[in-house]
C-alpha cells in the first residue's frame, strides 16, 4: 500500500529553519506531483507547495514564497521542503500529499490529492 512518511518537524525559534522530508513507498514516486499542506489549530488544511512529477515546476502559497523551498529527489523518493526565516503564524503540522495530477494537488479546496502522510508538527516560538 501507499505510505507516505513525514520527517523533520520540531520546535524553532523565529526567523530559524527546517527542513522537512516526506519518504513514498508502494508507488512509482516519478508518476506523481507531491505538495506540502499545513493545518493550525481549528484551522482548514491549507497549501503549502507543491512540485511536478520531474520537479521542474513548482507551485507556492502566497504566505510562503520566498520563504518556503520544495524540492525532489525521484531515486530516493523523497520530497522536501526547506523553511527559512519561520514565524510563529507558520506552526501547523505538516502533511505531505500525492496525486497523479499536479493542479488537484495544488488548486483543489478543500485537498483532494489521493495520498497523504501523517504529519509532523512544526513549531515556531517567538
Known amino acids: 500500500q501507499v505510505q507516505l512518511v513525514e520527517s523533520g518537524g520540531g520546535l524553532v525559534q523565529a526567523g530559524g529553519s527546517l527542513r522537512l522530508s516526506c519518504a513514498a513507498s508502494?508507488?512509482?514516486?516519478?508518476?506523481?506531483?507531491m505538495g506540502w499542506f499545513r493545518q493550525a489549530p481549528g484551522k482548514e488544511r491549507e497549501f503549502v507547495a507543491a512540485?511536478?512529477?520531474?520537479?521542474?515546476?513548482?507551485y507556492y502559497a502566497d504566505s510562503v514564497k520566498g520563504r518556503f523551498t520544495i524540492s525532489r529527489d525521484n531515486a530516493k523518493n523523497t520530497v522536501y521542503v526547506q523553511m527559512n526565516s519561520l514565524k510563529p503564524e507558520d506552526t501547523a503540522v505538516y502533511y505531505c500529499?500525492?496525486?497523479?495530477?499536479?493542479?488537484?494537488?495544488?488548486?483543489?479546496?478543500?485537498?483532494?490529492?489521493?495520498?497523504w502522510g501523517q504529519g509532523t508538527q512544526v513549531t515556531v516560538s517567538s
Open positions: 508502494g508507488l512509482t514516486f516519478s508518476r506523481y506531483a
Open positions: 500529499a500525492a496525486d497523479s495530477s499536479l493542479n488537484r494537488v495544488r488548486l483543489e479546496q478543500p485537498p483532494q490529492a489521493a495520498y
Open positions: 512540485i511536478s512529477r520531474s520537479g521542474g515546476t513548482t
